[in-house]
């Protein structure tokens, strides 16, 4: 059940603002890296990893209790230098002693490493907003932007026997022009 707190405009449709070519990019299945490394050398700067309490709409969307110990990690994706998605992920902390302990190993490698190697991890659909100030990824795409244009973002759990990870990603209007001119 979604709170007030975690509704924060997800929903389960790209928004109407969205072009074609965003609403392509936003729902694409699979390992979004795979489609980034397609229109460049794709490289990934892990931004932090560290141990913090689940908010409020993360503990909704994970089906766990406020203030949770999670494992965070945040990373920045480049497309020839360029950046083009910052994401965050998010899993109970006792789950990286266990069924996600390959998270803390990843260093600069995608998470799709680990997320499509195998057939057991589910993932739910995705939700997409349009990120706004207060927002946590909003904070991370302003730290690699200085565009006022708008940020969309989308996100979906993966299961992996019944332990969750929460994957954000944002997108970074510098990927729209790359996009557009591949």
């Known amino acids: 059940m979604q709170t007030k707190s975690d509704s924060n405009n997800w929903r389960p449709v790209p928004g109407p603002t969205t072009s074609q070519l965003q609403r392509q990019w936003l729902t694409r299945p699979g390992a979004l890296t795979q489609g980034l490394r397609g229109l460049g050398c794709l490289t990934l700067e892990v931004l932090s990893e560290t141990v913090r309490c689940a908010r409020p709409e993360e503990s909704s969307r994970l089906s766990l209790p406020s203030g949770h110990p999670l494992w965070q990690r945040e990373i920045c994706l480049f497309v ?17 002693h266990g069924h996600w302990q390959a998270l803390k ?54 299961l992996r026997a019944g332990q969750p990870l929460l994957v954000a990603e944002a997108f970074l209007p510098a990927l729209w022009r790359l996009a557009k001119d591949s």
Request: glycine share 2%; net charge positive.
């Open 80 to 96: 020839s230098g360029v950046a083009c998605i910052v994401a965050q992920s998010v899993t109970p902390l006792a789950a990286t």
């Open 105 to 158: 190993r990843l260093r600069n490698r995608p998470l799709a490493d680990i997320l499509y190697q195998d057939r057991a991890i589910l993932r739910s659909n995705f939700e997409f907003t349009t990120l706004r100030p207060g927002m946590p990824l909003y904070r991370l795409t302003q730290a690699k932007q200085v565009s006022s244009t708008r940020r969309y973002a989308r996100r979906s759990v993966f």
